[in-house]
Nanobody
């Protein structure tokens, strides 16, 4: 059965790093676009990074560009989000998502398959 499970969240101090993982059981990742999204309290869910199935196209939100990196390991059916230089405003629930269709805007509305999310809290 197809399933997405995020892990790796937790509490980290400003300036620290975390790596989130998304185990994509039952998905052939090379056929899917991948998105990482986050939702902070009181805010809309936003796309922070999206990558096409062949890695030809990558979108980074301005707020994370240069600090966050998305990657995939197709053989392990796992996607990653490496987060460096974390800031308090990065605090949110982070979600991974997959879609068989090419994305246009890295919008949550474009993605069909979602995990349950993992909490990231950046605080001193």
């Amino acid at each position: 059965q197809e399933r997405l499970v995020e892990s790796g969240g937790g509490l980290v101090q400003p300036g620290g790093s975390l790596r989130l993982s998304c185990a994509a059981s039952g998905f052939a990742l090379d056929y899917y676009a991948i998105g990482w999204f986050r939702q902070a309290p009181g805010k809309e869910r936003e796309g922070i990074l999206c990558i096409s199935n062949n890695d030809a196209n990558t979108h980074y939100a301005d707020s994370v560009k240069g600090r966050f990196t998305i990657s995939r390991d197709n053989a392990k059916s796992t996607v990653y989000l490496q987060m460096n230089s974390l800031k308090a405003e990065d605090t949110a629930v982070y979600y991974c998502a997959l879609d068989e269709e090419p994305y246009y805007y890295c919008s949550p509305d474009e993605f069909d398959y979602w995990g349950q999310g993992t909490q990231v809290t950046v605080s001193s």
